[in-house]
């Protein structure tokens, strides 16, 4: 099994700031003949499901705002908020789909 | 549009079962592999099962090998769970999830979960 591991647990961002979520696989997720990572995120807000944000690590889904990106390659990923709005707040979780799906242990993000 | 219902969720006595169901709409369901996700109550997402878009290919997380069952039917559009010898740990909210590409063999080649239903919530309790 891939494990993911997720940093911080938790984060707290003033409003316009730059928030940023690492992730780490156990393994790679690279598969070499396409040079694509097997790594996505998720939002996912209180009573609501998971919304994916960034697949292949760095494809934004559509109709995702160009503030989130995701970047990384292999083992390390990591994805950037790059100015905290309010509707930001949620749980953040990596998964990687390179073998049988796992997720990170997810981070919660605040507002500062 | 795109759309995925899950029904079926409820309280069962340890050992019980119970059948989730999952019903699609606004795409073609039988060119799309599908997941099983759950939560527990606060706690992060665990991966359950996959089914590849024509039946073939079935994957089960080690916690439920054995008691649970995924099934589908494209001529209904419905993804099914069945869930046998359910433990306490089972109590989770229960998602299902469309992958984002068609007719991928496997997960790897399936893609991301691009579509979440809004779950349904099993109980484990006597």
């Known amino acids: 099994d891939i494990v993911m591991t997720q940093s911080p647990d938790s984060l707290a961002v003033s409003l316009g700031e730059r928030a940023t979520i690492n992730c780490k696989s156990s393994?790679?997720?690279?598969?070499?003949?396409?040079?694509?990572?097997?790594l996505a995120w998720y939002q996912q807000k209180p009573g609501q499901p998971p919304k994916l944000l960034i697949y292949?690590?760095?494809t934004r889904e559509s109709g995702v705002p160009d503030r989130f990106s995701g970047s990384g390659s292999g083992t390390d990923f990591t994805l950037t908020i790059s100015s905290l709005q309010a509707e930001d707040v949620a749980v953040y979780y990596c998964?990687?789909?390179?073998?049988?799906?796992?997720f990170g242990q997810g981070t919660k993000l605040e507002i500062k | 549009q795109v759309q995925l219902v899950e029904s079926g969720g409820g309280v069962v006595q340890p050992g019980g079962s119970l059948r989730l169901s999952c019903a699609a709409s606004?795409?073609?369901?039988?060119?799309?592999?599908m997941h099983w996700v759950r939560q527990a109550p606060g706690k992060g997402l665990e991966w359950v099962s996959f089914?590849?878009?024509?039946?073939?290919?079935?994957y089960y997380a080690d916690s439920v090998k054995g008691r649970f069952t995924i099934s589908r039917d494209n001529s209904k559009n419905t993804l099914y769970l069945q869930m046998n010898s359910l433990r306490a740990e089972d109590t989770a909210v229960y998602y299902c999830?469309?992958?984002?590409?068609?007719?991928?063999?496997?997960?790897?080649?399936?893609?991301?979960?691009?579509?979440w239903g809004q779950g349904t919530m099993v109980t484990v309790s006597s």
């Open positions: 999830a469309k992958v984002t590409f068609a007719s991928g063999d496997y997960v790897s080649s399936s893609g991301a979960f691009d579509i």
């Open positions: 606004g795409f073609t369901f039988s060119n799309y592999g």
């Open positions: 292949w690590a760095s």
């Open positions: 089914i590849r878009y024509d039946g073939g290919n079935i």
């Open positions: 393994q790679s997720v690279l598969y070499n003949s396409n040079n694509k990572s097997y």
């Open positions: 998964q990687q789909y390179y073998t049988t799906p796992r």
